[in-house]
């Protein structure tokens, strides 16, 4: 005899990570995850060959399904990195490498953007950003003719991932939401935005109604890759960050959760976006999308500057991650260095792809650990100038959620709780965004309604950093980091 199980596959933009979950509970019973690289051709791209992504997702499910052989499969959903562009032919077969949401290629499509009618731009109710789905086909389209004339399909790097499991192609409003092509209105592709920028309406596929709606089922071949067996139900899936937001059972409004992974998101639960709503906001900073439940949605600030320029700090000054981390644990100093973290641009609140990073006010008494530190320091004030204008008030009282796995040393936690003015809460949630694709896949199953999903969804959390004596200084520090960074900007142009 075999338990149901439902599995959860969240494709992030440099690792893949399979989750099982029991659906009686919501608790994880195994997890696995597989890295690949990130390319960078040229400066400003980022691509990954989507094949890559098969493999570490054949590699993963392996892994999991193995370390529980007596739990059988019932049901499959997905999380994904969103804002890319997979090009594939009617067989799922690439036409080139996936675009991702680093890439910076497509700042000049912004100018069809603000071309557009006032009303036009403002039902895509999210800021200009090249990263976007919208912007990156558009480049295409003028630039590789030959890859888009090949496609039968532009689809967000997840939706690639169902489309190889069932044979379907299609798109979700999570994920359709944040490609600067959906008209938050209707609830559909723009086809004013689609015609303005040129690109070919028929590569846009259908938008199914929720994540949680039931996207086809497991193809023999993808079964047989795979070790599973025929015909499980695939859930059309979620972005990674409307996963998450399902796994850690953020669902409140006027929650705020804080992710750093490779790059920052901090997101709220909002209401729907309203005509009126869209008149008061006519140039938004702060994006806002769909969520994972039935109608939901949700604001967010999100950063470029996580993970991928911590990753770069260390590679650079050859320090491994627990030495990066324990760099945190020092005091401010009024004339250590300034860190600009900005090395690929900024989304919110600057909206600048062409802002790049610095150390400044160097001198021979700086060592590298005062380089790590102002590194960190330097991704917390970012994130602080994100949190800021998503709020809308000052920094002082704030209580947030802490997910991810970029949030985990204590040092480091209580240096942005210092610069954030706040009490961090941390979610106890392995793999938030997996477990949120897994509640997907157990919902397609008919393992859990609305009503049991909202008594498993609940996450413990647990206060782990609050601010400390050195909060002030780093008030003061932070107030040299913007204006260092306002004049480096002001050179940059």
């Known amino acids: 005899m075999t338990t149901p199980a439902a599995l959860g596959i969240d494709l992030g933009t440099s690792s893949v990570k399979a989750m099982l979950l029991d659906p009686t509970d919501g608790s994880v019973l195994a997890q696995a995850d597989a890295a690949y690289p990130v390319d960078r051709p040229r400066l400003g791209w980022a691509e990954t060959d989507p094949e890559q992504w098969w493999a570490a997702v054949r590699q993963t499910v392996a892994t999991v399904t193995a370390a ?84 039968r399909y532009a689809l967000q790097p997840k939706d690639w991932i169902r489309a190889r499991l069932t044979g379907r192609f299609a798109a979700e409003p999570s994920d ?101 709503l869209l008149r008061q906001v006519p140039s938004p900073v702060v994006h806002r999308y769909r969520s994972a439940r039935d109608d939901g949605w949700y604001a967010m600030a999100a950063g470029m500057t996580g993970g991928q320029t911590l990753d770069w700090v260390r590679g650079v000054l050859g320090a491994d991650w627990d030495e990066l981390y324990a760099a945190a644990d020092r005091r401010p100093e009024s004339d250590d260095p300034v860190f600009l973290p900005h090395l690929v641009g900024e989304r919110t609140p600057y909206l600048d792809t062409h802002m790049r990073g610095a150390w400044t006010g160097l001198s021979p008494r700086h060592d590298r650990t005062a380089l790590l530190h102002a590194a960190l320091e330097g991704v917390a004030f970012a994130v602080a100038d994100g949190l800021d204008t998503l709020q809308r008030r000052g920094p002082a009282g704030r209580d947030l959620r802490l997910a991810g796995g970029g949030t985990t040393s204590p040092a480091w936690r209580r240096l942005l709780a210092d610069v954030l003015g706040a009490r961090l809460h941390a979610v106890e949630v392995p793999g938030a965004s997996a477990r949120g694709a897994a509640l997907l896949g157990a919902q397609v199953a008919g393992l859990a309604d609305d009503a049991h999903l909202a008594r498993i969804i609940t996450a413990r959390t647990t206060l782990v950093a609050e601010p400390g004596p050195d909060a002030g200084a780093r008030q003061e520090r932070r107030a040299g980091y913007l204006a260092t960074l306002q004049a480096l900007r002001a050179v940059q142009r």
């Open 176 to 276: 359709a939401s944040g490609t600067l092509l959906y008209d938050v209105l209707t609830q559909d592709w723009s086809e004013a935005v689609v015609a303005a920028l040129g690109i070919r309406r028929d590569l846009l596929p259908t938008i199914l109604a929720n994540p949680s709606t039931p996207a086809g089922t497991v193809t023999p071949e993808a079964a047989q890759q795979l070790g599973l067996p025929l015909g499980i139900p695939v859930a059309a899936g979620a972005g990674d960050t409307a996963a998450a937001m399902l796994g850690s059972g953020l669902v409140e409004p006027a929650t705020t959760q804080l992710t750093i992974g490779t790059g920052v998101q901090m997101v709220t639960p909002v209401d729907r976006p309203t005509a009126a």
């Open 68 to 151: 529980v052989p007596d739990r059988l499969v019932a049901g499959i959903g997905l999380s994904g990195q969103m804002h890319g562009v997979v090009l594939c032919g009617s067989d799922g077969i690439p036409t080139r490498a996936a675009v991702l949401w680093a890439d910076a290629r497509a700042e000049g499509e912004l100018e069809a953007y603000r071309a557009l009618p006032e009303a036009d731009l403002a039902r895509l109710a999210n800021p200009l950003s090249p990263g976007m789905a919208g912007p990156i086909l558009a480049w295409l389209h003028r630039h590789e003719p030959a890859a888009v004339a090949a496609a």
